[in-house]
T-cell receptor
């Protein structure tokens, strides 16, 4: 079993839809949770960063962490065609410096 | 966000040659940098952790004599793929950890696409 599970998609939605992206994990030591966006043939771009449980909002993006369920989510409101990319969740524990990534979910927002 | 650059962005080489990839943090200091490899439609696989002024730490299964890492300064790490072969063709991405950041965030470079003929 992988430490971090993420549905690879592709997830196709119409422009303006609310998008929900999710990851589950098995390592209870993970404390820091991140979402990255990666466009084709580019490096990942940090979108959201959350420590421990709770919600964090930044513009059209909301990140949620539920440590009791070992489940994290990224919501995108009013999705745009420019949001079409692969979204990677990543996480790490307090002591470890390297990130553990999910496999990424490919999102397509249709105009 | 902080900026990390990689050079070159794309390289094509013959089998048996060595290729050096540079990773630079442009506006922050990074005592730790990471090197990842990504195959098409797959996630990032950590190859090694590069520590400024000391030896790199390699992940299991990664040959340290093949993938030489040097972290000579707080803003520069290099990955040299020695005696490259076609199976080494991949997308190599570095990231740098902002030592001064509140959460020690990692910022990624744009990646280097290596094609070995």
């Amino acid at each position: 079993q992988k430490e971090v599970e993420q549905d690879p998609g592709p997830l196709s939605v119409p422009e303006g839809a609310i998008v929900s992206l999710n990851c589950t994990y098995s390592n209870s030591a993970f404390q820091y949770f991140m979402w990255y966006r990666q466009y084709s043939r580019k490096g990942p771009e940090l979108l959201m960063y959350t420590y421990s449980s709770g919600n964090k909002e930044d513009g059209r993006f909301t990140a949620q962490v539920d440590k009791s369920s070992k489940y994290i989510s990224l919501f995108i409101r009013d999705s745009q065609p420019s949001d079409s990319a692969t979204y990677l969740c990543a996480m790490k524990g307090t002591g470890r410096r390297a990130l553990t990534f999910g496999s990424g979910t490919r999102l397509q927002v249709q105009p | 966000g902080a900026v990390v650059s990689q050079h070159p962005s794309r390289v094509i080489c013959k089998s048996g040659t060595s290729v050096k990839i540079e990773c630079r943090s442009l506006d922050f200091q990074a005592t730790t940098m990471f090197w990842y490899r990504q195959f098409p439609k797959q996630s990032l696989m950590l190859m090694a952790t590069s520590n400024e002024g000391s030896k790199a730490t390699y992940e299991q299964g990664v040959e340290k004599d093949k993938f030489l890492i040097n972290h000579a300064s707080l803003t520069l790490s290099t990955l040299t793929v020695t005696s490259a072969h076609p199976e080494d063709s991949s997308f190599y991405i570095c990231s740098a950890r902002d030592s001064g950041g509140l959460f020690n965030e990692q910022f990624f470079g744009p990646g280097t696409r290596l094609t070995v003929l």
